[in-house]
């Protein structure tokens, strides 16, 4: 939704969200036309490890019982509708981390911001803000925030409602959770 938002030129993402939920289709792709967007490349990182090769059999070290940091592990590694923790995954895609450099596609993500960078007229990073800007509390998301800043990518945020943020409102609980 963020990046159909993004190439239209929207305010925030929630319509988007919206059509894309109702099944409108033929819609956004009437709205991407219409905004002579719809030939428009997006590289999308998440889809660009395969986190078979790494990170899919087990969870984070499990930090000492009873602090903040074992809470928000805890919280981390359980579905939150119904609590239950996350199954691991079986497979036998043998794992690369920084011990077999090569192999590893963790430990490459520096090097490609810096690519694209380099190479791709006009690139820059779509920083899609979920709803409750948890996007901030990850290290991954936050490194690549990091790097982009790093080799000057230019940065564009696309939040899923600008509705909390407006200068005009009463509640200011938003602006709290940011500081």
Not at 1 to 17: K, N, Q, R, T
Not at 149 to 170: E, F, I, M, P, W
Request: proline fraction near 2%.
């Amino acid at each position: 939704a963020a990046v159909i938002a993004d190439a239209v030129g929207a305010e925030d993402y929630l319509d988007v969200a919206n059509m894309l939920a109702a099944g409108e289709h033929e819609k956004l792709e009437q709205l991407l036309r219409q905004s002579d967007a719809l030939e428009e490349s997006y590289w999308i990182c998440a889809f660009c490890v395969n986190q078979h090769a790494s990170i899919c059999g087990g969870f984070a070290c499990e930090p000492l019982p009873c602090t903040e940091a074992h809470k928000k592990w805890d919280l981390g590694h359980r579905d939150s509708v119904n609590g239950r923790i996350f199954d691991c995954c079986d497979c036998q895609e043998p794992k690369h981390f920084n011990n077999s450099p090569d192999e590893c596609e963790l430990n490459k993500f520096d090097q490609m911001m810096e690519f694209l960078h380099s190479e791709v007229q006009g690139f820059r990073q779509l920083i899609a803000i979920d709803r409750k800007f948890e996007v901030f509390s990850r290290v991954w998301c936050v490194a690549e925030l990091v790097q982009a800043h790093a080799c000057n990518t230019k940065q564009h945020v696309q939040l899923y409602s600008c509705q909390g943020l407006r200068d005009d409102t009463d509640d200011l609980s938003l602006y709290v959770h940011l500081a």
